[in-house]
């Protein structure tokens, strides 16, 4: 079976994450307790490309979630589907990134890129035949960016015939929350035209645009538009 380990970096990363995964679990057939109750064969289809088999038929999540404050990973397990992934999985710091790429990349998710490798590594050797990785994230924060892009350079480093694609979520002028995120987009671009085979670059304000006009959502919320990149 080709499998995929996902990573998703920051509070953005980490928010979309979840919704795929409901999203894909919905599709499998899989609960939030992670048992499969699905009612149709091709659920239970490739269900290995994504999850891990347990103990008693449960399917973990070959996913890992990382970020540079506790904050965003207590909502993760709070949330509807919280209870599915493997609690050694969750890497967190706690002193955040601050919205600065180089806090990301350099000093703070420098010293928590080698708790997150070896995560990802025993993620990897447990694949039959890993296929590639998939990371989602945001360019204009400071985790996301920043040690998403110091780790695309280590897994690249590690495992340079495997594909790499990563669903960034690029700073638009109109929904703009933070004066920085021109500078750590920039910064992040590089990095990601050096290790990535694929990355798909998702715009907020497009999102709103389909909300609005397609959607007929009169105040569309973060999650609406999670939803739609799930």
């Known amino acids: 079976m080709r499998e995929i380990v996902h990573v998703q970096a920051g509070q953005c990363g980490n928010q979309i994450g979840s919704k795929f995964w409901e999203v894909i679990s919905d599709e499998h057939g899989i609960d939030p307790n992670g048992y499969y109750k699905g009612v149709s064969d091709l659920q239970a289809e490739r269900l290995n490309v994504y999850y891990n088999e347990a103990a008693e038929g449960k399917f973990v999540p070959r996913a890992v979630l990382v970020d540079l404050e506790p904050g965003t990973m207590d909502s993760v397990r709070s949330g ?53 990785f998939q990371m989602t994230h945001s360019l204009g924060g400071g985790t996301g960016s920043g040690m998403g892009t110091l780790l695309l350079s280590k897994i690249r480093e590690e495992y340079p015939d495997r594909i790499m694609n990563t669903f960034s979520v690029v700073p638009s002028p109109k929904v703009s929350e933070v004066v920085l995120e021109p500078y750590n987009a920039t910064l992040s671009v590089h990095q990601l035209v050096e290790n990535t085979d694929m990355s798909y670059c998702i715009d907020n304000e497009a999102l709103y645009n389909i909300c609005f006009r397609t959607l007929r959502l009169s105040s569309p919320s973060y999650g609406d538009l999670n939803h739609l990149i799930s």
Request: aromatic share 12%.
């Open 80 to 132: 509807p589907y919280g209870q599915l992934f493997r609690p050694d999985n969750f890497v967190f710091g706690q002193s955040g990134a601050g919205n600065n790429w180089a806090k990301g990349h350099y000093t703070e998710g420098a010293e928590l890129v080698d708790a997150v490798l070896d995560v990802i590594r025993k993620e990897a050797e447990g694949c039959d035949c890993l296929q590639g």
